[in-house]
């Protein structure tokens, strides 16, 4: 059964940090690109950052380059979203993906608020 379990969310102040972790389980996740969406409150969905499945190559959104590091542990099974200067723009709720060819798999999401 395929499992990808969000954690590490929460409400944060503006200009505060939060790491997301996505553990993974049922599939070979060491062969899947790992990404991370987001969407904001009357928002769609959007991708915020990708990396390859070695862990090799990683994009980024543009509104979360040098704020946002995506990175992964094969070993472990997850994969991590580190967000540093947090804005209130920010919140969201986020959700993990990987992709193989044409199989996605989503985690369920975890919500992220941005707030003082």
């Known amino acids: 059964q395929v499992q990808l379990v969000e954690s590490g969310g929460g409400l944060v102040q503006p200009g505060g940090s939060l790491r997301l972790s996505c553990a993974a389980s049922g599939f070979t996740f060491s062969t899947y690109m790992m990404s991370w969406y987001r969407q904001g409150p009357g928002k769609e969905r959007e991708l915020v950052a990708v990396i390859s499945s070695a862990g090799g190559s990683t994009s980024y959104t543009d509104s979360v380059k040098d704020r946002f590091t995506i990175s992964r542990d094969n070993a472990k099974n997850t994969v991590y979203l580190q967000m540093t200067r947090l804005k209130p723009e920010d919140t969201a709720v986020y959700y993990c993906?990987?992709?193989?060819?044409?199989?996605?798999?989503w985690g369920q999401g975890i919500q992220v608020t941005v707030s003082s």
């Open positions: 993906k990987a992709k193989r060819f044409s199989v996605d798999y």
